[in-house]
């Protein structure tokens, strides 16, 4: 039997960020109530300090920062359509009998069919038409990913203030085919922490140490 690995955690301060930020810092007394902008900020500041664009798509909403020196210069969230959100990724994946953790193999280097980018509703309509016009699994998976990243770039990013050092932010950007689908459709790397999907927690973390140094 393996030995004795616990260990002790020495909390010196809470924060809390996100949706439900200031409802969960009241019930749990958090000492700091951060906006999920600036710890996505922080955050990737600290993972690379050349980040000059910062590209997040969470679960639930998508959000687009610009930053200079660890500055944010410009913000924008979308938290009302769902279609360019993890949710809408997780849901097709589910409907195609793929499990996430295999989705990212399935779909990298796929060739994909053009899939609106509109809404859910159109972007269903065409996965829906494509598996019956009898495209693969595997394909329609791209088409997906390919969908999202449109829709991100049409709906949410300002295109045009796109700077050359890009982190992607937030779970979605585990999936390494959703990040090739940036890459390739913006024509330059984009840098991915393994910490991606902590970095709202990892900037308020952060944020909390400069204070209290």
């Given at each position: 039997?393996?030995?004795?690995?616990?260990?002790?955690?020495i909390?010196?301060?809470?924060?809390?960020?996100?949706?439900?930020?200031?409802f969960?810092?009241?019930?749990?007394?958090?000492?700091?109530?951060?906006?999920?902008?600036t710890?996505?900020?922080?955050?990737?500041?600290?993972?690379?300090s050349?980040?000059?664009?910062?590209?997040?798509?969470?679960?639930?909403?998508?959000?687009?920062?610009?930053?200079?020196?660890?500055?944010?210069?410009?913000?924008?969230?979308?938290?009302?359509?769902?279609?360019?959100?993890?949710?809408?990724?997780?849901e097709?994946?589910r409907?195609?009998?793929?499990?996430l953790?295999?989705?990212?193999?399935?779909?990298?280097?796929?060739?994909?069919?053009?899939?609106?980018?509109?809404?859910?509703?159109?972007?269903?309509?065409?996965?829906n038409?494509y598996?019956?016009?009898?495209?693969?699994?595997?394909?329609?998976?791209a088409?997906?990913?390919h969908?999202?990243?449109?829709n991100?770039?049409?709906?949410?990013?300002?295109?045009?203030?796109?700077?050359?050092?890009?982190c992607?932010?937030?779970?979605t950007?585990?999936?390494?085919?959703l990040?090739?689908?940036?890459?390739?459709?913006?024509?330059?790397?984009?840098?991915?922490?393994?910490?991606?999907?902590?970095?709202?927690?990892?900037?308020?973390?952060?944020?909390?140490w400069?204070?209290?140094?």
């Amino acid at each position: 039997m393996a030995g004795d690995h616990s260990c002790e955690f020495i909390f010196e301060g809470v924060g809390t960020t996100g949706s439900g930020r200031k409802f969960v810092g009241v019930i749990i007394n958090a000492d700091l109530v951060i906006d999920e902008i600036t710890a996505h900020a922080r955050a990737a500041w600290e993972l690379n300090s050349e980040t000059d664009t910062i590209i997040e798509i969470g679960g639930q909403d998508s959000k687009f920062t610009t930053m200079t020196e660890g500055v944010v210069t410009f913000s924008v969230m979308n938290n009302v359509c769902a279609a360019g959100t993890g949710s809408f990724i997780e849901e097709q994946a589910r409907k195609l009998g793929v499990p996430l953790s295999e989705y990212a193999n399935r779909a990298m280097n796929m060739p994909a069919p053009v899939a609106s980018n509109r809404c859910t509703v159109f972007m269903e309509r065409d996965i829906n038409n494509y598996i019956t016009e009898g495209y693969s699994v595997d394909e329609v998976l791209a088409a997906v990913l390919h969908s999202v990243c449109e829709n991100y770039l049409a709906k949410v990013a300002v295109e045009a203030s796109i700077g050359d050092d890009i982190c992607f932010q937030g779970a979605t950007a585990r999936n390494r085919a959703l990040v090739a689908a940036f890459e390739q459709r913006l024509g330059r790397p984009i840098f991915v922490s393994p910490f991606c999907h902590l970095a709202g927690a990892l900037g308020c973390a952060l944020i909390h140490w400069l204070i209290m140094k």
